[in-house]
């Protein structure tokens, strides 16, 4: 049980921690959960509390039933020019949202466009509706993707899919987006969040430590050559060799039940 109280900041709706997992939910339907830079700062604001609370193990982030989100707040990016764009928190804002140490799980109904397929792919794992579409419309703005969109996606699916995306801003389906690796898995739309919730709760079960350093020597792997991100891996392996819970993974295994994780 979290000691700590999670509020909802405008534009979200936050549920739990129940069973290690916390939900945070867009929730601008008016606007199609568009990103605007004080809802990524709630979104910034609500995972740092969460980064410290040892009864959160994992996060569902997750949207609407018909738009995940459709793209950055367009009212709010007509009114800046190019020193307003320079000088603005957003890189910054998703910046933090990627430098969380804990897993997220995203769930996709319906569209994730723009700064919503940038925001997703931020997830360490995404379940993805049947109606989910993924896209980098931006060139139709006579823009492009500035959150990652050029880059998360090229290591998602590879160049050829991401220059269709990215220079004809043509959607995929969460078909083809499983079948090019963008997503984990694709749920009936009404079983999504359900499946998200749970692949999150076995996620929170197990080892909090060996989870931590598990995604960080996956999420190295698209940062460093191959030798370097064996040198890490090996490196994270050694320092689980010193944990209580594998001294207690271990022994539960030989002794035949279930381990009890301490997080130390």
């Known amino acids: 049980m979290s000691e700590l109280t999670y509020p909802s900041p405008e534009g979200l709706l936050v549920a739990g921690p129940e069973a290690g997992v916390l939900e945070i939910r867009l929730d601008r339907p ?3 959960n568009a990103l605007s830079t004080p809802l990524l700062r709630g979104i910034v604001a609500l995972l740092q509390q969460a980064a410290g609370d040892d009864a959160v193990r994992c996060v569902v982030l997750t949207g609407g039933d018909k738009v995940f989100a459709a793209g950055a707040d367009l009212a709010e990016m007509a009114s800046k020019d190019m020193q307003a764009v320079l000088l603005e928190e957003r890189p910054q ?5 990627g430098r969380f ?19 997703v792919m931020h997830a360490d794992i995404i379940i993805a509706g049947e109606s989910a579409q993924f896209g980098q419309p931006e060139i139709n703005l006579g823009i492009i993707p500035g959150a ?10 590879g160049k050829s899919l991401a220059m269709k995306m990215v220079l004809a801003g043509e959607f995929i389906s969460a078909r083809e987006a499983l079948a ?5 898995e694709v749920a009936a739309d009404d079983a999504c969040l359900a ?12 080892a909090p430590l060996a989870v931590r350093l598990a995604k960080d020597a996956v999420l190295q792997s698209f940062e460093t050559p191959l030798a370097a991100g064996m040198v890490l891996e090996r490196r994270n392996f050694v320092v689980l060799a010193g944990t209580d819970d594998r001294n207690e993974g271990v022994r539960a295994f030989l002794e035949k039940r279930k381990p009890v994780w301490t997080g130390r």
Not at 101 to 119: F, I, Q, T
Not at 195 to 206: D, F, P, Q, V
């Open 30 to 32: 008016d606007a199609r």
């Open 93 to 97: 804002l998703f910046a933090a949202i």
């Open 101 to 119: 140490p804990k897993p997220v799980v995203g769930a996709v109904c319906g569209y994730a466009l723009g700064g919503g397929c940038e925001l």
């Open 148 to 157: 990652g969109g050029t880059q998360r996606l090229t290591h998602a699916v």
């Open 180 to 184: 090019a690796g963008l997503v984990a």
């Open 195 to 206: 499946r998200a919730h749970e692949l999150a709760r076995k996620i929170a079960g197990k």
